[in-house]
């Protein structure tokens, strides 16, 4: 498929993942338009290096739709009174998915385990949690 055919695909996609580069031109890329035709269960997924996903478009669809879940790795994370951080089908990481190389292993392995136990609803077995009451 190309890039025009992406309205069409977004309402039948169980998955939906977000590889963009860090380019302007691509700063909240996916907005309300594209947010209100996922599906009620779809999983969002990106793996951007900075923010494509507007952030309070993706809020005020969190409120309205239930998404199976929500997976944002960027290095351009939400400030820390953000809603994203309490929402519990949120999962929020600091840019380490698209550098698997030698050195980053480790923070690899972690966040592909991690991001497996979420989608599979294990939060418990998720490993190196934000203590959130912690404000950190």
């Not at 969190?62 to 089908?89: C, F, M």
């Amino acid at each position: 498929y190309d890039f025009h055919a992406l309205h069409s695909l977004l309402p039948v996609a169980d998955v939906i993942s977000i590889c963009l580069p860090k380019e302007k031109q691509y700063k909240d890329f996916f907005q309300k338009a594209q947010l209100d035709l996922l599906k009620e269960d779809a999983l969002l997924i990106s793996l951007s290096p900075s923010q494509v996903i507007k952030e309070n478009d993706l809020i005020d669809s969190l409120s309205k739709k239930i998404y199976r879940g929500v997976a944002i790795d960027s290095t351009e994370i939400p400030h820390k009174q953000s809603p994203l951080w309490k929402n519990p089908k949120v999962f929020l990481s600091p840019g380490i998915a698209s550098f698997p190389h030698i050195e980053e292993k480790s923070d690899f392995t972690l966040f592909r385990h991690n991001l497996r136990q979420y989608v599979r609803g294990n939060i418990s077995d998720m490993k190196h949690l934000v203590g959130k009451r912690l404000d950190y």
